[in-house]
């Protein structure tokens, strides 16, 4: 089942994409819930998943971290329940990735579903994401201001930032289930559930200079690139030993920002962007191409996109998964791209054109392999 997103796309990204929120009222017609707020609690019972209760008590805030035991002690109104990348536990959330895939996919994070009691929500913050939030069961209401420079941060809690001041809501409204929020990064927002609610949260990776510069330089030396060396200004005299000149600092930034120009840093970067938020499953026992071979002519067998995998072609015909990489040739290429573009579990036996060479055999196993693909016995 694919879910069908109401939105004038092309206006959505010269408009508002990374720019300005947005209310888009009845953004999925006939909403229904991906999960049941029991089955989010139940998840967050489970060790190495990430879960969070955020509780506000007249004022007082509170933050509970998964993996509980029960919610008996929270009572029945003013929390939240948080729960990160639901979209890797519970493979049917996956599918409200699909609409958002006018975005590229190496900037999907995840989706994170909060189930709010009465009164239940976060309080007035920022994120440092864009986020898509899809209102499910219940309603809440929301405010969100426009992007906010040098806006005021405190802690009611050591794990929770709050916005000191108030903002002025460009958005003042009741959500209905089906309705959906888009939140830029930097945006004012604030939600307060007036029953129990789920919402849904479609969030956006965006690393700052010094993660990206981190991964990609961690990606560099994995990869053992010949890079250039730091070599001293040529000088009669370095002066005091201890003291670095202005002169000398500047020479490393120039040593620095040289080299990085002067290296091919595409490989690297695609190796980085198509690394999955959390590592993946780990396969049991390899799959050959003689094995895959027989599964093709089965009926009964789906291939599936591993929830939380990440595939990109680069424009070096490559194609990028989990942080690995395999050139593409002729005989692979359609292959690629259709593992790319997949997403909903799709019958095996409907790849077996884009099979026949033994190469792109090879690479199909390669991926189940390394966790991307996983081939399952459908269930009815
Ligand atoms: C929530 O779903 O409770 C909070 C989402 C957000 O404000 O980022
Ligand atoms: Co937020």
Redesign the pocket.
Known sequence: MSLQLNLDIQSFLSEAWQRQPRLIRGAFTHFNDLVEPEILAGLALEEGVDSRVIQNDNGTWQVSHGPFESYDEFGEDGW?L?VQSVNEWIPEVQQLIAPFRFLPDWRIDDV?I?F?TEN???GP?L?QYD?F?IQGGGTRHWQVGERVNNATEFCPHPDLKQLKDSFEPIIDAVLEPGDMLY?PAGCP?N?VALEPSL?Y?VGFRAPNTAELAAAVADSLSQLEVPLPRYRDAEAKSYGQPFAVSTAQLNHVREFLLSSLAQTDLSHAMLLVMSQSKRPLPQVEGLLQAEELAQMLEETAMLIVRTPGARILIGPNNMLYANGEAWPLTDNTQAFAEAIAELWDDQPLATLAPLLQHQESMVLCCDLVNASVLDIVVQQD
Do not use: K, P
Request: proline fraction near 0%.
């Open positions: 939240t948080l994170m909060s709010a239940g929500g976060v913050h994120d986020v939030i939140i927002h939600g919402n949260s």
